[in-house]
């Protein structure tokens, strides 16, 4: 069977389902990071997004293409904690339930607001369990439509509106520098800015302990990496996806690395610079930039911040390490 597509057309049809029900979320400027980057930089904040991260954009566009039958029996997904409050977010809206399958050590605040929005969790160990087969078994038992957090054409679709809305903004960029997980942001992203300007170079930003989806390009073939302790538990994820790598391996330039310490600096300077708060995993982006990381460097470049998703003593312990 054919590795189903995602085209620049699916993002556009994604943008017109989630109008209303996303929020258009701000482009912040910065004359202070411009100077430190060296170039003209504008960020998409996600992390003002409803849920607080990007995922709302691709669970939803996902979530409302399900048939009145299957939204009735409910949906199934796993995260480790912006995708499963999307889904369960997701779900609310669109009048139907959620089961979460989340690792048990994914930050207390994500899970507080996955169950606020009225979703069940059913908790894993991140190191020993497989959550994807965990929650394939509960959606067939269970007869739910499941929901993956980033290996999904409509869920890829969706996440690529926020790079259309930010090139809506700001017309043509050299470059654009995502975040990478499992891929399906920087997949939609990249689909989404070539089609507009084919020369953009399209930056991916992993943990150096993460570092999955930079070997899998470079090789040409997807690699498993050990579990990645890093920061970012956003972008802990061991291979990319399928699907999403087809994708990054024809669209995507490069990926660079960051470590916790760049990452914690980054998130640093974001609060006290940009007065915004941004999770690790969101600050992976930014924190390239302040390293120096992309090169050479772009003279417009956007970033999208995928999320702010931190509870405050967490934040504020990362962000005093070190100082």
Partial sequence: MSTPQVTAADVHAAAARLKGVA?????????????????????????????????????????SRLTPDQLARGIAAYSSGNHAQAVAL????????????????????????????????????????????????LAAERGLSLIPPYDHPHVIAGQGTAALELLEETGELDALVVPVGGGGLIAGSATAAKDLYPGIRVIGVEPEAGDDTKRSLETGSRVTVPVPRTIADGQAITTPGELTFALNRRLVDTVALVSDDDIRVAMRFAFERLKTVVEPSGATPLAALLTGRVTPTPRRVGVIVSGGNVDADRFARLCGEGT
């Fill in 90 to 137: 997701a779900a609310r809206e669109l009048g139907t339930t959620a089961v979460i399958v989340m690792p048990e050590d994914a930050p207390r605040s994500k899970m507080a607001a996955t169950a606020g929005y009225g979703a069940e969790i059913v908790t894993y160990d991140r190191y020993t369990g497989d959550r994807a087969a965990i929650a394939e078994a």
């Fill in 23 to 63: 929020h258009r979320t701000p482009v912040l400027r910065s004359r202070t990071l411009d100077a430190l980057v060296g170039a003209e930089v504008h960020l998409k904040c996600e992390n003002l997004q409803r849920v607080g991260a990007f995922k709302f954009r691709g669970a939803f566009n996902a979530a």
